[in-house]
């Protein structure tokens, strides 16, 4: 095994993906999720560190987004000989050439949106201006990752699937 990178937008499956991946014995993190302050919401011009609130509104959005730490992921990464790291990052990019492989989650619009309004473990994406704001930036998002070289794997079937399709590909 190697190195992994798996994002998409919210409601892709990223975290279900890695619990699953986890409970098959392949280590897998959740950035949104990791215990040791990997990540934060910052301002995009400034970077300083900000507080977000589900509902805040699609100015904040706008103006701020979700960055990891890249040090620290360094270190994650560099301890594990064996890694899967799921996430969607505003600095993705700059950490993208850490992974081996990058793998894009993808699914109809009308698929995401109904997982986000019926998850209970994430609150990201109820609101309308958290909707709005991703619709604004999915579609080049998954253009710009393809051309990068990222593998699609197409979401809307089972988890075991889903799963299967990216341990094959890994």
């Given at each position: 095994?190697?190195?992994?990178?798996?994002?998409?937008?919210?409601?892709?499956?990223?975290?279900?993906?890695?619990?699953?991946?986890?409970k098959?014995?392949?280590?897998?993190?959740?950035?949104?999720?990791?215990?040791?302050?990997?990540?934060?919401?910052?301002?995009?011009?400034?970077?300083?560190k900000?507080?977000?609130?589900?509902?805040?509104?699609?100015?904040?959005?706008?103006?701020?987004g979700?960055?990891?730490?890249?040090?620290?992921?360094?270190?994650?990464?560099?301890?594990?000989?064996?890694?899967?790291?799921?996430?969607l990052?505003?600095?993705?990019?700059?950490?993208?050439?850490?992974?081996?492989?990058?793998?894009l989650?993808?699914c109809?619009?009308?698929?995401?949106?109904?997982?986000?309004?019926?998850?209970?473990t994430?609150?990201?994406?109820?609101?309308?201006?958290?909707?709005?704001?991703?619709?604004?930036?999915?579609?080049?998002?998954?253009?710009?990752?393809?051309?990068?070289?990222?593998?699609?794997?197409?979401?809307?079937?089972?988890?075991?699937?889903?799963?299967?399709?990216?341990?094959?590909?890994?």
């Open positions: 095994m190697k190195k992994i990178f798996i994002t998409g937008i919210s409601g892709t499956g990223k975290t279900t993906i890695a619990e699953e991946l986890n098959r014995g392949i280590y897998s993190i959740d950035v949104d999720y990791y215990e040791f302050g990997l990540c934060s919401w910052k301002n995009k011009e400034t970077k300083e900000a507080h977000f609130e589900y509902g805040i509104g699609r100015e904040f959005l706008e103006n701020h979700w960055y990891c730490d890249i040090e620290k992921l360094k270190k994650l990464i560099d301890v594990n000989k064996d890694v899967v790291v799921v996430g990052l505003e600095n993705q990019n700059e950490f993208l050439n850490l992974f081996d492989k990058i793998f989650l993808q109809r619009e009308k698929t995401f949106f109904e997982r986000i309004d019926n998850r209970t994430n609150g990201f994406g109820k609101d309308y201006s958290e909707k709005e704001h991703i619709l604004s930036f999915y579609k080049k998002f998954e253009e710009d990752l393809i051309k990068k070289g990222a593998i699609p794997i197409n979401v809307e079937e089972s988890l075991e699937s889903v799963v299967s399709n990216i341990i094959s590909k890994i």
